[in-house]
């Protein structure tokens, strides 16, 4: 491929997510859905689906939809990327995988960290560590009289290891991970996409008033939004 100079390009996220799933074996292709978006309808927003697996290029919107399509493919090409690194070389030097984690956490592109890393070996778990919480409870589900949300019961894996995507470690007694894999990844992504989608919409963004202590509630960060549990509140502002 050439740009309008006659040089040669790299290829685009959108070729190499179509490559990456190949790769996977797992009989299924990339699906996009783009739709115009904005009150004149004058920028792009699309939605990738790979079997269980959903994400969303919102809330950035493009000009173009090819643009859109890019942008979603390139925030799904590390996590099908994730799925395939059980192929390669593995370690059990727990300060290896220490030093390793740290470094692909680091602000550095984990594309050019982890083609000169060896993968590691999964190691077990305690219970005394945070785990991401799924929950079936749909905003659009929700009566307007008073409800206590709880979260379910998180079923952990019955396996001696775990597949995990780790977000954050400090030693080996604070880990912060995903727990990976068909029941988790696509639980996970099901519940981001939905909440995007339902926040999409301005009557959905009443601000909380009297926010109570151990309810639940959603919260937007770095343009995502969360599932937070409020433990305390500080004052009265």
Known sequence: MKNAEGKPVGKTHKQKLEEEVKRL???????????????????????????KIQVSSYPKDMEKPEDAEESVAKEALPLIQQMIRQKLPVTTDQDLL???????????????????????????????????????????????QEVHLQLPPLKLPCS????????????????????????????????????????????????VKNPQEGELYAASHDQSWFRVELLNVCGHS
């Open 160 to 207: 001696s290891f775990w597949d995990i995507f780790i977000r954050h470690i400090e030693d080996l007694s604070n880990i912060y991970f995903h727990l990976v894999g068909d029941e988790y990844s696509g639980a996970y992504s099901e519940l981001a996409t939905n909440m995007e989608l339902h926040y999409m919409e301005e009557k959905n963004l009443a601000p």
């Open 98 to 144: 220490i030093k390793r984690i740290k470094e692909v956490n680091e602000p550095r592109s984990f594309s050019d960290v982890k083609k000169v890393r060896e993968w590691v070996e999964p190691w077990g778990m305690n219970g005394e560590l945070p785990l991401l919480r799924s929950c079936s409870v749909k905003p659009d589900t929700v009566s307007k």
């Open 25 to 51: 074996n797992i009989n299924e292709t990339a699906i996009f859905r783009t739709i115009p978006w904005g009150k004149k309808k004058r920028s792009w927003v699309s939605t990738l689906t790979i079997g």
